[in-house]
């Protein structure tokens, strides 16, 4: 099993930028896509980003296309989600997840998951 730890949410203004982490501990990474989902009160935990950890390949939603970017650190075992030009609806729950199948932008497919780290952009 996958243990995820997200850091780096917070408080910014409209137009400001985030980066968050999510450092990746207890197997080997290598079968994995590794994602970002985020989640409103109220609403369902939507796709974001992900990145497969083989290669490199990345996906987006097309909310976030052109604004934020996923990278990966091999040697640290991370995943970053820059956020730049953040808009208020950008305000959710951040979750990092690992993947082990195809679809990368489906959350059932995600057998682990981080507590989350809080997004808020401010008008």
């Known amino acids: 099993q996958v243990q995820l730890v997200e850091s780096g949410g917070g408080l910014v203004q409209a137009g400001g930028s985030l980066r968050l982490s999510c450092a990746a501990s207890g197997r080997t990474l290598s079968s994995y896509a590794l994602g970002w989902f985020r989640q409103a009160p109220g609403k369902e935990r939507d796709f974001v980003a992900a990145?497969?950890?083989?290669?490199?390949?990345?996906y987006y939603a097309d909310s976030v296309k052109g604004r934020f970017t996923i990278s990966r650190d091999n040697a640290k075992n991370t995943v970053y989600l820059q956020m730049n030009s953040l808009k208020p609806e950008d305000t959710a729950v951040y979750y990092c997840?690992?993947?082990?199948?195809?679809?990368?932008?489906?959350?059932?497919?995600?057998?682990?998951w981080g507590q989350g780290t809080q997004v808020t952009v401010s008008s």
């Open positions: 990145i497969r950890w083989n290669g490199g390949t990345t």
């Open positions: 997840g690992a993947d082990i199948g195809d679809y990368v932008d489906f959350a059932y497919e995600y057998i682990s």
